[in-house]
């Protein structure tokens, strides 16, 4: 169980600037309504999860947000790399 109201959180998140605002799915097993603020709930997914679905929605969440610098501290990403070298099994 959360620490926390679920639904106590997105109101919260709300408050942030856009572009640091988190992007929330809410999972649930309830029916009843909700009245959830749109520019912080993406999406609604009842139980039982359709995982496709929830793969769907994620995938558009992140191709909805703008790309990142990469930090200069972090490794190159993968795609990047090298892609004729042996990989391991």
Same mark, same amino acid.
């Given at each position: 169980?959360?620490?926390?109201?679920?639904?106590?959180?997105?109101?919260?998140?709300?408050?942030?600037?856009?572009?640091?605002?988190?992007?929330?799915?809410?999972?649930? =097993?309830? +029916? &009843?309504?909700?009245?959830?603020?749109?520019?912080?709930?993406?999406? $609604?997914?009842? /139980? %039982?999860?359709?995982?496709?679905?929830?793969?769907?929605?994620?995938?558009?969440c992140i191709r909805t947000l703008e790309p990142? =610098?990469? +930090? &200069?501290q972090c490794p190159a990403p993968e795609s990047?790399?090298?892609? $004729?070298?042996? /990989? %391991?099994?």
């Open positions: 169980m959360p620490a926390c109201r679920p639904l106590a959180v997105p109101p919260a998140s709300a408050s942030r600037p856009e572009k640091i605002r988190p992007v929330v799915i809410v999972l649930t =097993a309830g +029916n &009843e309504p909700r009245d959830l603020n749109p520019k912080v709930v993406a999406g $609604t997914i009842r /139980k %039982p999860f359709d995982i496709e679905l929830l793969v769907d929605t994620i995938g558009a990142f =610098a990469q +930090n &200069e990047d790399l090298d892609q $004729t070298a042996e /990989k %391991p099994n």
